[in-house]
């Protein structure tokens, strides 16, 4: 067996092209995940039947069945019917980048929503009460205590569902995007040296996933400053 | 003395093992998911143009064969471990593959074309496809022919399988697909490609379809005869009119 680095160097460029692609699909789904997943934590975490109820099937759904499934349904699947295609949804369904988005979104916010949910049942009581105590509203005590209380216990298990959507966003290769994935298998078809383009894409997910670990790092300093300060004994 | 019985049954094993046989029994491994070209039909038999062709190449050669399916990641390999002493599933002629295993003479050449919507405007220069999204399988021929020479103008699509980017051509994704045309002429002819056609001229790009023998095989020019020799004879014709209007030799 040979090693080829040389075939690493000429083709670095385009694994850039691709790991910037791959970016851009976590950067936005992991953005409109979390506007998703936020609102339906909310109803989740809701004693209400009926308001639970929506929430608790949209999750059970996207956390039930596999990230490939639910793109090839949005992306082959909904292409099979002409209501859809004759919508004014199509321009955008048409488009693989935008059919992954809608697919990482879905599935990154049904697994954000339950660690949210987790997050605002586990805010003490004692500061809720303090808070209503103080005469907030109902809306003010969310705003203010809740969410901002949720936000930082959330923080660490968050920061693994980011990193997980980065590894799964691969899965955008099967429809034709030139993710970081993607390019790599295209390459590969090409040059027939799967191990070193294969080796060289591993290296820039971890790159990516340093990056990302070190931002939430940072944020987790600025959320949850009181952990970090010096401990009086 | 247990461990020695074992060894010893093993030992029969091997010698009564589907080994090859010596004489005039050829043992010959195809794909069987390759349609029209070798594929099963509803009681498992293996049926398929290579199918009808390797049987006239045994009758053709006195020989007494057997047909077994082999799945195509390992058909090379099984030939090498004389499972089978040849192989005869659509298979091109490639460098890599002649440093492993020798051919016979082509016994049809594969030919690439574009496959497009009925009805629409759809010229094969360069110019006219200025801007087109055209799909391929990724990893073949056809994907690699579409890139290298209209790459630059055209947006290629690469898929995993060939049923994915029939199924983006038929949503409207792709303006059309560039494929192997045999395997796509069959589909054309399903209900699914019932609205698509062939558009422009072929691209003949010299890629042969050939019988595997190990290496030194006096078999590879045993094959070679039989082919002309059902070339000569019309046996071959009378084959390929069952599945295609056209000569694909």
Known sequence: MSWEWSVIWEYFPKLLDGA????ELVAISGILGLVIAVPMALMRASDNMAIKALPYAYIFFFRG????????????????????????????????YWCAIIAFSLNTAAYGAEMIRGAIQAVPKGEIEAAMALGMSKFQTIKRIILRRAAGIVLPGYSNEVLLMLKSSALASTITLLDLTGMARTIIARTYTPLEMFFAAGMVYLAMAAVLILCFRLLERR??????????? | MKKLIATAVMLAACATA???????????????????????????????????????????????????AQDWDGIIPGLRARKYDAIIASMSITDE????????EKYYANVLAFV??????????????????IGAQRATISGQYLEDNFGDIVNVK????QDNAYLDLASGRLDGIMSDKFPAYDWLRTADGEGFEFKGEDFDINDEIAIAVRKGDKLAGKFSEAIKAIRANGKYAEINAKYFPFDIY
């Open chain 1, 20 to 23: 910037w692609l791959t970016l």
């Open chain 2, 18 to 68: 589907p080994f090859a046989m010596a004489g005039d029994k050829v043992r010959i491994a195809t794909e069987g998911a390759y349609a029209p070209f070798n594929m099963m039909d509803n009681q498992g038999n293996l049926i398929g143009f290579d199918v009808e062709i390797a049987e006239a190449l045994c009758a053709e050669m006195k020989a007494d064969c057997e047909i077994v």
């Open chain 1, 223 to 233: 959320l949850n400053k009181y952990q970090f300060a010096k401990r009086p004994i």
């Open chain 1, 65 to 96: 069945t596999p990230l490939l499934v639910q793109i090839f349904l949005i992306y082959y699947g909904a292409s099979q019917f002409d209501a859809v295609k004759a919508s004014a949804l199509w321009p955008i369904l048409r488009e693989p």
């Open chain 2, 97 to 104: 593959r002649l440093r492993v295993v020798d051919f016979s």
């Open chain 2, 116 to 133: 497009a919507p009925k009805g629409t405007a759809f010229e094969t220069t360069k110019a006219a496809l200025k801007g087109k999204t």
């Open chain 2, 158 to 161: 690469l898929y995993d399988t």
